[in-house]
Nanobody, 121 residues
């Protein structure tokens, strides 16, 4: 069993900051990438940021310069530092990982349960 557990969401005023955390636990052999997606109310899920096994990063244009993804490889943890939050950042934020559970495993996608971020104007 593999679990991704997010934390750190909440209510913040526009211009404020939050840091999300995602811990992957269970039978994990390697993690190729970890990332964050979000689903605003009434909209589809979208990529926010991703960090690969080589720690290269990629961001959605809408968050570049405001959000920073980082990883602690030793703790199977990913973080998303969100600065200058705006009401349009309001969404459920989901952690995503592509990982292998053993040398025998070709790998698969796993998702957390999501954490709500609400930005008031």
């Amino acid at each position: 069993q593999v679990q991704l557990v997010e934390s750190g969401g909440g209510l913040v005023q526009a211009g404020g900051s939050l840091r999300l955390s995602c811990v992957a636990s269970g039978s994990i052999f390697t993690i190729s990438r970890m990332g964050w997606y979000r689903q605003p109310p009434g909209k589809q899920r979208e990529l926010v940021a991703v960090s690969t096994s080589l720690l290269s990063t990629n961001y959605a244009d809408s968050v570049k310069g405001r959000f920073t993804i980082s990883r602690d490889i030793t703790k199977n943890t990913a973080y998303l530092r969100m600065n200058n939050l705006q009401p349009e950042d309001t969404a459920v934020y989901y952690c995503n990982a592509f990982l292998r559970r053993g040398a025998w495993d070709q790998g698969g996608e796993y998702w957390g349960q999501g954490t709500l971020v609400t930005v008031s104007s």
